[in-house]
């Protein structure tokens, strides 16, 4: 369980918000939505120990995510930006890249398992060859939720997943969210959409 408590933060001098207290529950897809510029992508950062309090604290099981302890959350962590640039050629590269870090190195990684977890997003199979400049920018959020889903995280942090996608893809992204959540994971989706279903929707 994620909690945040009257929590405020600040950015370039400017306070975001402020007061901000709400729980991320096991299991649950929780929401973050709001106008541009409100803090949403920097609440998320936050949350992974990236941006400092004004005030209040977050916490993981009760225990404190500070300056000291947030690299070691952090290895329970799934982060998905929204534009994303990685430095590698060719998807294959792509979705192997995460397995490469020493926090993954126990999980297990093939090509089959890649294409279950693309089965289930809507990806075709003939984007593993390809290139990196080759695929749009929905393709390659959806490579990497697709490939973190495989790492098992226990919270997985999602910045803005649908907003190049389709309504068919849209929907295979948040079905398969909630299925990652109904697996264990605390999943927390920064989103302009509305309709994107969720068990709970925070408005900053």
């Not at 909630?178 to 959540?181: D, F, K, N």
């Given at each position: 369980m994620?909690?945040?408590?009257?929590?405020?933060v600040s950015h370039n001098g400017k306070r975001l918000f402020?007061?901000?207290?709400?729980?991320?529950?096991?299991?649950?897809?929780?929401?973050?939505?709001?106008?541009?510029?409100?803090?949403?992508?920097?609440l998320l950062r936050a949350i992974m120990g990236l941006h400092p309090l004004d005030e209040g604290f977050i916490s993981i099981d009760?225990?404190?995510?500070?300056?000291?302890?947030?690299?070691?959350f952090r290895q329970w962590m799934a982060y998905i930006p929204q534009d994303?640039?990685?430095?590698?050629?060719?998807?294959?590269?792509?979705?192997?890249?995460?397995?490469?870090?020493?926090?993954?190195?126990?999980m297990p990684y093939t090509r089959e398992?890649?294409?279950?977890?693309?089965?289930?997003?809507?990806?075709?199979?003939?984007?593993?060859?390809?290139r990196v400049s080759e695929v749009?920018?929905?393709?390659?959020?959806?490579?990497?939720?697709?490939?973190?889903?495989?790492?098992?995280?226990r919270i997985v942090i999602v910045d803005e997943p649908t907003s190049a996608l389709d309504h068919m893809a849209s929907t295979l992204v948040n079905d398969y969210l909630?299925?990652?959540?109904k697996q264990g994971a605390t999943v927390i989706v920064v989103s302009h959409d509305s309709n994107f279903k969720c068990d709970k929707r925070i408005e900053l």
């Open positions: 994620l909690e945040l408590k009257n929590v405020a402020e007061r901000l207290s709400f729980v991320a529950a096991d299991g649950k897809v929780t929401v973050v939505s709001g106008k541009s510029g409100c803090g949403k992508t920097t009760g225990e404190l995510i500070t300056a000291l302890s947030a690299p070691a994303i640039s990685f430095p590698v050629g060719t998807v294959e590269e792509l979705t192997r890249l995460p397995f490469t870090l020493k926090a993954n190195a126990s398992r890649v294409m279950e977890q693309w089965h289930q997003i809507g990806l075709d199979a003939s984007l593993f060859t390809k749009s920018g929905g393709e390659r959020q959806r490579i990497m939720l697709a490939t973190l889903g495989m790492l098992e995280k909630q299925c990652l959540a």
